[in-house]
């Protein structure tokens, strides 16, 4: 582990020795909440702090005794995977009132609690920050009514608040993500990829309602991921007439042969005039005005519920260890905030800018100033609702404008989930943007060959949910097929390229960019979209694709974990995919509880591993049943998973029996996962709108000659922004031999794995969240949730 230099902060400079610090949960339940108790609990206990559940929301606070219990680190074990809250929720009225918060500051008092860490939403949120502001007067009175002695007032003078935002309705302003949000896309689009197959064979149309009852967030969303023919949404209400609209359009979907219909209705949607449009009334009319068969599904309470998904265990684990951070950093002038993450980094925002820019979301939407509520709702928002109309709705040949582009699109590289709706996107994008788009099939082996072939906007219909590469791709490099390649853009007048792939993609472009000395035809613009399971493209944070990835082997631990429930002590040891690149395997690990992690990027040796046994065999003696150690696939030449498997397997006879598990092909298969899918449509459409602009620029006599190093680039998401990077600059980036970038963000992560498993490490914090104001949160390109 790196020495401490002048740069950076570690936390043993944080002491938590003799604060005590609560956490509660309050108001509706969010998957991925019981992820941020237990990151709580442990960072709390880790840097030698005192921590309590508190039971049942704020009424538990209010009635004390045992609904404050002292926390352990065993206490949080097995529940990282549960839905739900295990401290439970309620809504309180009692701790509205002036009596129920005195009542519960006599509770914190008697147990020295001053630190507390709220999960909830913007109500929850600002009652905690009442609670505070009042503090030192509800100490004075239970000091005038004998309840507590007149040095308490002094000891405990200050009440430090940080609040984690839990809602699946991703309401609340400032935070690109609020925990619950992701799991419950999940659930809805699990739903509908159900109900399209049956649509499917009968011919019927479907209105499913999805919850938002202020916020459209689920809806809109959902709608992207599954390519919906119609959307409502509270904060953009249809124009009149939208009924006729509406029909026209699924009446036009339909007579181009599809079979089905979805449309996507908000439980809050109403019209300009503030008429509520229930499922039932939108049902009605399609039957009225086109006679389709149609139903209706009431998704309801099913969004809440099932197990959180990879990516709200990761956000809730992440913002837990911020929140215990924030809390020891904190002073008696320090205002209550808000963790949460904003692309990949933390951020700390003042809780009542929050709450009052979320209010002001629902005046504007009151005051009918719908396109404010939209910018109001923020970039991700604002970028959603534009890529749904753009990719939904099809203008009428008239109205297109005409480029006389040719633009090719393949997919480079081992299959990803994901793929197909970047493919969709891009080629709707284009035909939008007045180009002719051609489809290549099996990527560069296609292309020499000339497996080419022009594409219309129906041809990609329901491409979104469906996993795996329908253009086909394989890893061959353009490089001995230059003259054929050059040959095939020649014949079909290519003017543009966009490859999405994985490694093998980016060094495809690297490839072609050094053609072009010998063969005019590369002279054209062109832009990887990264896409694979292994998250190693450099340039790029993340991936089309490792979402699902991570998915699918969280899932797989959880039900392996379960395997060994009720018999004896057990250790899995789990092999994953990803090359050289660990992501995978740390990032799957932080998702699924893991013990340790073994990964290319943190040589270990034999010390290493025997350090681990000996650490989960005391853990195994003292307190937990089952054990997970994943090991990348590439991490080390000797100490493979088999090795790994009979050293555990050994060492830790009479504690503990071994099993294995190599995940292999499962983590590329399966339907994609919201995310996925949404990387991937956004991502393209953007990568499409930038080849359409340097289209433009390098048109000239009647020609497109695109030479320079700025025309051949790769977009990635880099911390909070989108980036398109030339990619000849990316390979003082890149270690060649491994296939990885030399740089990953996600390393990061490897401490806190660490941590919540119970060892002794060092966490850099000099990154961590400052506090920052909500106006100041998103940098003028970033749309760094792009991908939700």
């Known amino acids: ?146 309840l507590i002695e007149a040095n308490a007032v002094e000891k405990y003078s200050a009440l430090h608040i940080v609040g984690m935002v839990g809602s699946i309705d991703n309401d609340f302003c400032g935070t690109d993500m609020t925990i619950g949000t992701d799991s419950a896309l999940h659930r809805i689009i699990e739903v509908v990829d159900a109900i399209m197959t049956t649509a499917q064979s009968h011919q019927r149309t479907f209105v499913l309602e999805v919850m938002g009852r202020h916020c459209g967030y689920l809806a809109l969303v959902s709608a992207l991921a599954c390519g919906a023919d119609w959307v409502l949404i509270p904060e953009m209400p249809p124009e009149d007439g939208w009924e006729e609209k509406m029909c026209q359009k699924l009446s036009a979907t339909r007579s181009r042969g599809t079979r089905l219909n979805i449309i996507i209705v908000a439980e809050g949607s109403l019209d300009r005039h503030g008429k509520p449009i229930t499922s039932g009334f939108v049902k009605d009319l399609v039957v009225k005005h086109l006679g389709f068969d149609t139903r209706v599904t009431i998704l309801g309470h099913v969004q809440r519920g099932g197990t959180p998904s990879a990516f709200d265990r990761i956000l809730a684990s992440r913002m837990g260890v911020e929140a215990v951070l924030a809390l020891l950093e904190t002073t008696a002038d320090t205002p209550a905030c808000v963790v949460s993450l904003c692309g990949n980094q933390s951020v700390r925002l003042p809780l009542m800018e929050c709450v009052q820019m979320t209010q002001e979301v629902q005046k504007a939407m009151d005051q009918k100033r719908f396109e404010e509520a939209v910018k109001l709702r923020g970039r991700s928002f604002e970028n959603n609702l534009r890529t749904y109309k753009l990719l939904a709705h099809r203008k009428p040949e008239s109205e297109l404008p005409v480029s006389n582009f040719n633009v090719a699109v393949l997919n480079v590289g081992a299959p990803a989930a994901g793929m197909n709706a970047a493919v969709r996107s891009a080629v709707r994008v284009g035909i939008s943007e007045g180009h002719k788009m051609f489809a290549v099939n099996d990527g560069f082996e296609g292309f020499y060959k000339g497996q080419i072939k022009e594409v219309k906007w129906s041809d990609v219909g329901g491409w979104t949910g469906q996993g795996g590469s329908l253009l086909g791709t394989k890893r061959t490099l353009p490089a001995k097929h230059a003259d054929k390649i050059a040959e095939q853009m020649r014949k079909y007048n290519i003017n543009a390229l966009l490859v999405i792939g994985g490694f093998e993609a980016f060094l495809s472009l690297l490839e072609l960019l050094a053609a072009r000395g010998k063969y005019d035809e590369f002279c054209v613009p062109m832009v990887v979209v990264p896409a694979t399971v292994s998250n190693n493209v450099p340039g790029s944070d993340l991936s089309i694709g490792a979402d699902t990835a991570l998915n699918a082997i969280t899932a797989t631990c959880d039900r392996i974990k379960q395997s060994a429930s009720g018999t004896k002590r057990r250790v899995f040891i789990i092999e994953t995919m990803g090359g050289y690149c660990g992501y995978l395997a740390t990032v799957g690990g932080l998702a699924a509880g893991a013990d340790a992690a073994y990964i290319y990027e943190e040589p270990f040796d034999i010390r290493d591993l025997q350090a681990n046994v000996e650490h989960l065999t005391e853990k195994m003696k003292t307190s937990i049943q089952r054990g997970l150690v994943l090991r990348n696939e590439n991490s080390n030449d000797n100490y493979t998973t088999d090795f790994i498997y009979q050293l555990y397997s050994e060492e830790g006879k009479g504690v503990f029996d071994c099993r294995k598990n190599v995940l292999g092909h499962m983590q590329q298969g399966g339907a994609p996962s919201p995310f996925d899918r949404n990387f991937g449509t956004k991502m393209s459409a953007k990568a499409m709108q930038w080849l359409s602009k340097k289209l433009l620029e390098t048109y000239r006599r009647g020609r497109v000659f695109a030479n320079s190093e700025d025309s051949c680039c790769l977009l990635g998401m880099l911390g909070r922004t989108l980036v398109f ?29 660490k941590i919540l498993a119970k060892y002794k490490t060092s966490y850099d914090v000099s990154d961590s969240g400052q506090i920052e104001h909500v106006i100041h949160t998103r940098p003028k390109e970033s749309d760094a949730s792009v991908a939700m």
């Open 1 to 146: 582990m790196a020495q401490p230099d002048s740069k950076k902060i570690f936390f043993e400079n944080l002491s938590g020795a003799g604060k005590a610090i609560a956490v509660l949960t309050s108001g509706g339940d969010a998957q991925g909440m019981n992820a941020a108790v237990r990151a709580v609990v442990r960072m709390g206990l880790y840097v030698g702090a005192k921590v309590y559940f508190i039971h049942e929301g704020y009424q538990g606070m209010v009635d004390g005794g045992d609904n404050i219990k002292e926390a352990t680190w065993e206490s949080v074990s097995s529940m990282l995977q549960v839905g739900g809250t295990v401290i439970g929720s309620a809504r309180c009225k009692e701790f509205r009132s002036h009596e129920g918060r005195l009542k519960a500051a006599h509770n914190l008092v008697k147990r020295g609690i001053t630190n507390l860490c709220v999960i909830g939403g913007d109500g929850s949120l600002t009652g905690a920050n009442l609670f505070r502001e009042e503090w030192s007067g509800l100490l004075k009175e239970l000091v005038e009514q004998g």
């Open 725 to 753: 990077q030339p990619v000849v600059t990316l390979k003082d980036h890149t270690d060649f031999v491994h296939r990885i970038p030399k740089e990953q963000w996600w390393l990061k992560l490897r401490p806190l794995m």
